[in-house]
């Protein structure tokens, strides 16, 4: 690999890194002091048109928290949950699909992030079980039942 | 000296289990049938040395004795007396010392009262039961030991987690726990039978108590468990399908399924090897239960024991046993029959239904629960939640309660459909009419919950059909809890349908003097105040919730302070109306100065849990109703053995 040819001098980019560090000090301070606020406005504030609320209390029931132990995003005080509940409002109040929100998430923390578990060969056991046990009660049933006819 | 008094005495009942599982062992043998004297006896005094051991790791945690361990590591001098107390068992060593204590006591209890087995059914039943006490004793006692010494004392205990310093949390595990050893019974009568080829409805009849007994508390700590979840986690919901949560749920449905079976044994002798079966299932549940929530396999909220050491005794322990038990039952199912023959129309194939069903409720609940941890096994971390239990737990419990509406209305072995068509078909139209309404006039909530209040309307009606045409004052016990237990059922699924289908929910900000409606009520934020309790502080809201012109409700919800551990939690406000709940929670102050309220109006939700308490009522007059028939028979088997008595000589 080539060196990448220098046309700055070092010492100008240093200097010029300064002074755009001091210049955006008092910027980075006050993004700083916006994360204490609450930064996500709709963590706990819900949407004004009930509809678009109910759809997205739904979708946040399905969602997990990933910071907490067994709790959905709709019922945590996790900070992280508070940020996705946001999202959640905010995207649906811009009219999203909600299933898209939620290929959003899965897209961004995996799978682990949905409690409806999503059809996959991984999960075919999953949805697959209770056909099965449908199909062993019903076998199970008629050879009882048949029995019992003879009797 | 109280903490090596206590270790003495488990090593003591350790050895007396020993001792009662090879004595059990050798009296089943011709040539050693001299033990079989021994063996009550020793059932009993083994009860009695671990309830002394037990009873003093709660002294030292009453005297808050800081140079033991477990103490030191989850009490606090300055605890209420009650949470010292609860404390003993609120830790993973004492709730395991709990749960031998319960395990040997009951086993103590069989061997002081139980008459009607076959002597050596029961020699081999408490052979079993001191075989299962064995392992956890060995657990206690390599693995887990509660009165554990430390080298310097501390100068205070680091106290109890917050959120299990709650009455209700006090008393919810040793509920499920004398369930799950209840179910240890049961497990135990039917390695007995299996084992002296004695299945039949002496067996049953012997069980049958004790898999009530175990129902009834199951029924109760699930339903008080899912209060607590309501009421301490503060975001109104009642079941989370919570591993932990359906790790108490699973023993239930099986247990449900093995009060029936043996119901039809004991009365009709049918369902033999399927009864046995479910005894094991129903005990294996509880055991992978208690592997689920003491492994820390699982973080959930309730997973406060955290150690692989511990998951791999119990896994072995559920090896051993399950294992041990599934070969036996494979030897011995072929010369177990399956008994009474019974048509497509009788009360017997209505139960089989219920049975099957729960098994697949049971199915479903077990593999929903264990998924995660297997694909976590091949590196994919998938959730499992709500949105699957739901739907697929009612393919399999709404058919099973449609059936509940005939079954109980059905004859033993033989009957004609025509002969309850009439008052089933009035309750079938009920379900159908009411589902309609729901489904016309509440729009867009969802053809579950609709189904639900359908079901529960007719089946509200038709679970006090059986006592048609009956003598009110002269029906039998066990018959009015079967009536009360079902209606129950109607009453859970009621709340529980019309909680999802219609709760309305509001979060505000709000300053003192603000208002919000939430479903029918104006709800106004009137004050907030500093308080304080024996061991935490809070700030404390007052809200006014006010309907139309009658008198505002006040509800206080907190914010609590800890210092011991330090820790917070909301103390949610509740306030019952005949009609639903109103559900106040305090949040956090914003930086704007107004504080963060969450609001729910819930229709009927306390169904759930009026339904819950009665279905344990319905088991409890079951219990009482079996119970005194076998205090009576016994009285008069008595009088007849004493008049033999008098009469020989």
């Not at chain 2, 929903?368 to 737990?393: H, I």
Request: hydrophobic residues 55%; charged residues 15%.
């Amino acid at each position: 690999m080539r060196r990448p040819i220098q046309i700055v001098p070092q010492i100008v980019v240093q200097i010029v890194a300064a002074l755009l560090f001091a210049v955006a000090l008092p910027f980075a301070q006050s993004a700083q002091a916006q994360d204490s606020l609450p930064p996500a406005p709709y963590a706990y504030k819900q949407l004004a048109d009930p509809q678009q609320e109910a759809k997205a209390q739904a979708l946040m029931e399905t969602l997990r928290c990933l910071k907490c132990q067994s709790q959905s995003i709709a019922d945590s005080d996790a900070p992280m949950a508070g940020d996705m509940r946001h999202q959640v409002r905010m995207r649906i109040a811009a009219g999203e699909d909600p299933e898209a929100i939620r290929g959003w998430l899965i897209e961004r923390y995996g799978d682990y992030v949905s409690y409806t578990p999503q059809v996959k060969p991984i999960t075919w056991p999953l949805f697959g079980a209770p056909v099965v046990f449908l199909a062993l009660a019903a076998l199970l049933l008629r050879g009882r039942f048949r029995k019992g006819d003879r009797a | 000296m109280i903490a090596e008094l206590g270790l003495a005495l488990l090593w003591m009942a350790a050895a007396l289990a020993a001792l009662q599982l090879i004595a059990g062992v050798l009296a089943l043998r011709p040539q050693g049938a001299q033990l079989a004297g021994i063996i009550r006896p020793v059932a009993v005094m083994q009860g009695v040395l671990v309830l002394v051991s037990f009873m003093a790791l709660i002294d030292l945690f009453l005297t808050t004795d800081l140079s033991v361990k477990l103490v030191a590591e989850n009490s606090h001098s300055a605890k209420p007396f009650i949470f010292k107390l609860a404390g003993t068992w609120g830790n993973h060593e004492g709730s395991m010392l709990l749960w031998v204590t319960i395990m040997s006591v009951a086993g103590g209890f069989v061997a002081l009262i139980e008459k009607r087995l076959r002597e050596d059914t029961l020699i081999a039943t408490l052979a079993g039961q001191a075989f299962v006490s064995l392992g956890f004793y060995a657990f206690l006692l390599l693995a887990s030991n509660p009165f554990a010494r430390l080298a310097e004392p501390p100068a205070d205990g680091n106290g109890l987690n917050p959120l299990l310093q709650d009455i209700g949390l006090a008393f919810h595990p040793p509920t499920l726990y004398v369930g799950y050893v209840g179910l240890s019974i049961a497990f135990s009568f039917a390695i007995g039978a299996l084992v002296t080829r004695d299945v039949g409805p002496a067996f049953a009849r012997a069980m049958r108590p004790w898999v009530l007994g175990a129902w009834v508390f199951l029924t109760l700590g699930i339903t008080a468990g899912s209060y607590w979840a309501y009421y301490t986690l503060g975001w109104g919901g009642w079941w989370f399908w919570d591993p932990v949560e359906n790790a108490s749920l699973m023993p239930w449905l099986a247990a449900t399924a093995l009060l029936h079976s043996v119901s039809v044994l004991a009365s009709r002798n049918a369902l033999r090897a399927w009864t046995v079966m479910l005894g094991v299932v129903a005990f294996s549940m509880s055991m992978v239960g208690t592997f689920l929530v003491r492994s820390g396999i699982l973080t959930s909220v309730h997973a406060f024991a955290v150690d692989p050491t511990r998951g791999g005794f119990i896994l072995a322990l559920l090896a051993i046993y399950i294992g041990g038990a599934l070969l036996l039952f494979g030897l011995r199912a072929s010369t177990v029959t399956e008994g009474a023959r019974f048509s497509f129309v009788s009360r017997e194939a209505a139960l089989v239904f219920n049975n099957v069903m729960l098994c697949g409720v049971l199915g479903i609940v077990l593999l929903g629960t264990l998924y995660p941890l297997l694909t976590e096994a091949f590196g994919v971390k998938v959730s499992v939640g709500p949105p699957y239990f739901n739907p697929v737990s009612a393919i399999f419990v709404l058919p099973m309660l449609a059936v509940l509406m005939v079954g109980p209305l059905l004859r033993w072995r033989q009957d004609k459909a025509g002969r309850v068509s009439a008052p089933v078909a009035v309750c079938a139209l009920l379900a159908v009419l009411v589902f309609a309404g729901v489904e016309a006039f509440a729009k867009g909530i969802g053809i579950l919950p609709a189904l639900g209040i359908g079901i529960a309307a007719g089946l509200g009606v038709a679970s006090w059909l059986p006592l048609r045409g009956r003598n009110l004052a002269r029906t039998p016990l066990p018959i009015w809890g079967m009536v009360i237990a079902h209606f129950g059922v109607a009453v859970a699924l009621f709340g529980m349908a019309s909680e999802s289908a219609f709760s309305t929910e509001r979060l505000a900000a709000m300053n003192p003097g603000d208002s919000q409606q939430v479903g029918p009520y104006t709800v106004t934020l009137t004050g907030m105040a500093p308080v304080a309790g024996p061991n935490w502080t809070a700030l404390e809201a007052t809200v006014e919730a006010r309907y139309g012109g009658a008198a505002p409700m006040i509800l206080h919800p907190q914010a609590r302070t800890f210092a011991s551990p330090p820790g917070n939690r909301t103390e949610s406000a509740l306030k019952t109306r005949w009609n639903g709940q109103l559900y106040a929670v305090l949040g956090e102050e914003g930086e704007d100065g107004r504080w963060q309220m969450r609001f729910w109006w819930k229709p009927f939700v306390p169904m759930i849990w009026y339904g819950g308490a009665l279905i344990a009522l319905g088991g409890l007059l079951a219990l009482l109703g079996r119970v005194a028939a076998d205090v009576r028979r016994l009285i008069a088997t008595d009088k007849i053995a004493y008049r033999r008595h008098r009469q020989g000589r």
